[in-house]
């Protein structure tokens, strides 16, 4: 971060270009998971503009996800540190927002849809094992509730590190 603060790049196409590699990441991780299980004997139920969409809410929460990385370097001040700040945002999505979730007390459950790995958890059942259609109104629900909550996330995450990041 010191070498880019002499660089002409201004910190808005930094971050911009930061997201946008993590999206790239994500969407490969996405279709090596795909693969993966269609090579091992699944096959959805899903339509192909279906798992086009499963992979364009895969994409909008890794913004989700860039936001919850800026908020860890925000508040870390080391390396081993940040790798426990980010257990304080990773073990909550993959305990209350994933099918692990569904195993657990009501209590739980109804926290769970505070995480917006839920809310892709859902719709990603809904697309890929239900075979709904795209424009099942709880798939767009699923699909607007993780696309605010990743702009939110991620601007958060932004304007945090802006003020108080160190660089």
Do not use: W
Not at 13 to 25: G, Q
Not at 93 to 118: C, D, H, K, W
Not at 123 to 148: E, H, K, M, N, Q
């Amino acid at each position: 971060l010191r070498r880019i603060d002499v660089t002409p790049t201004t910190s808005a196409e930094f971050m911009l270009s930061h997201a946008l590699s993590n999206m790239v990441t994500a969407l490969l991780q996405a279709i090596i998971v795909f693969a993966t299980a269609y090579l091992m004997g699944f096959h959805s139920q899903a339509s192909v503009l279906g798992v086009a969409l499963a992979f364009v809410i895969c994409l909008i929460f890794s913004l989700c996800n860039v936001g919850f990385g800026l908020i860890t370097a925000t508040i870390a001040k080391s390396e081993g540190a940040a790798t426990g700040i980010a257990f304080m945002f990773v073990l909550p999505q993959m305990f209350l927002g994933t099918f692990v979730g569904l195993a657990m007390s009501g209590i739980a459950q109804f926290i769970g849809r505070f995480v917006p790995s839920y809310y892709v958890t859902d719709a990603l059942t809904s697309l890929l094992l239900r075979g709904a259609p795209i424009t099942s109104s709880a798939i767009l629900l699923d699909l607007l509730i993780v696309s605010v909550a990743s702009l939110l996330v991620l601007f958060a995450g932004i304007i945090l590190f802006r003020k108080f990041g160190r660089a």
